[in-house]
């Protein structure tokens, strides 16, 4: 029992000092590093494996840092002041999108990255990205929040910008941080406004206390404001093709992961932490921005020619559809009709679904670097004909993406076309229309890649580290498309439930009663 | 540099740096802590930096990034150290050895050994900033060039 109470610390401290430790194991001996490496990985994947199946077996889980216990939440004066982690099913499930793609990323990464080329640097980043996701995703501290999502930040545009001998990824890197440390002072300044107000920075005695008042209301538009730029909403959204479009394809997808990470502090703020303030209007506001998103992307996607932008443009499409459908829910919220339920396990679903679909497109593109050196379409063509594996990846990802049945995207789109047909039928038809463009996108993008004669460039085939990374997501498009109705009903269900009404379970669990 | 600043500066180097340490020392009694600390260590180095030019500290550029990765990698260590109890948990407070005493009541000179892991921690915090913001100085200190010493 005592082991499986500290569950939510390990998994986030562990790739903490893995990120700090890995320099000076590399220090002494690349294959040392490599091996602390996965041993991290592991070890973290595990944590975060251990931990889903606790909370979705047995409810909510908190841990109190620095306490006599890790359940003693309250302090001597029953007022909780110390740093808690809440594990609730919807953050136990965030904490796997990250464990599928940070796993991924890493396995690729240690048959991507090249030594000499900040392999060191790339991995120690990683690690802290992931540690970072882990703390905002499991943290249930306003403050603590804040602190992971400028941990993200940093290891991000870090990421992002390392390769600082091409010209575009610094660029990228600073456009991203002008958003992200924009949106992060705005998230700031919210603390600050309801830490003023209430006194408290614990999530769960907050949320018990918020009652919509004009500071209350100030708070709320700075954190949406804020995360939706982390999140890379439509009018925000310029820093993510960029950035990634310009980083290596395993800071790529997790990149994604990070996004969402973004989008899940959204959601937490909206329906756990105002869920008895916040109005309809918000609901339209996300809504739109959502469907907004979900057109311009796909417009802008159309006319790209360098694949890795192209996919990125992708990318973002898709955090439009989940927008669209958690604006849904948050309209409904307040009436809490069968379809608004629907909409939001369909925006829950979709995340894992598009982590894996557009994880397992940035790993080909990034196969497709290697191989060829380039990422331009007009020069690219007939890479079927040496990159079988690849090739076949990038035809699974592009049609899963587009929500071609019987993949995992044609799954989650469903529930997210039928409940939006609900409250909107124009707003669905915006949807599928999206939907079908992306399609043509990535059918153009597959023919001009891979298709056509053989054409006479050197090619590198892919390491087996960068086809195991690229099997795992493609064995999860497959399985989640097959059998969608057992992840619906025992992982996403409860999730989008968390959400949807286990406000009270969420405070009940912090601070008892 | 000329003369003049590159002297004050030889005076000046050892008391700022041992300032720096009396901070970072005194983190759990006084003002301050391991990040002020760390960086007035890291404002001794700077001030080498420009006094003496960034070509004389070359050679650390190596030196400061391990004891970053030290400091990081030791604080995370603490910290795990109250695992047996919860993360970040005090394990060595009042357990009476070194570091493990309870603290004076009433007007005292400052007793060091109280705080249990609060003062490693310090510490840890105190290495990793002087060795991050060093690093910074020295590198655009390395990239700005210093042909006017």
Redesign the interface.
Known sequence: MSFAMHVPILAIAAPLLGAFSLPLMAKVHHRLRDLWAIIVGAFTVAMIVTLAVQVFGGGIQVYTLGAEAPDATLGPEGFPIRITLVADAMGAFMALISALLGGAALVYALGFAQDGKGKTLSMSLLLLLWAGMLGLKLTGDLFNFFVFLEITTVAACGLIAYRVWESRPPEAAFKTLVMFILGGLMVLLAVALLYGEYGALNMAYLSNQIGGGLIDRMALGLLVGGLLMKAGAVPMHMWAPDAYGEADANTAIVLVANTQAGLYGLLRMLFTLYGGAATPEVGWLITSLGALTVLVTVLMAVVQHRLGRLVAYGAVSQIGYMLLAAGVALVTVGARPEFGQLALQGSVFHMINDAACIGLLFLCVGAVHRATGTGDLRSLGGLAHTERWTSGFFLLGALALAGIPPLNGFASKLMIYQSVFMLSPILAALAVLASILLLAVFVRAFQGAFLGPRQNVVSKPPSPAMLIGMGVLAAVVIAFGLFPDVMVRHVVAPAAEALWTGRDAYMAAVLGG | MSVVVRTVARLLLAPVAIFGAYVVMHGHLTPGGGFQGGAVIASAIALVVVAFGAQRLRKQKKTL??LE??G??AF??L??L??G??????ALAGTGGLFGQTVPIGPNPGALNTGGLLPLMNWAVGLKVLAGLGSMVLLLGLLGGDDDR
């Open positions: 990034s391990v990765d030290v990081a990698t995370a260590v910290a795990f109250g695992i109890v919860t993360f970040f948990y005090n």
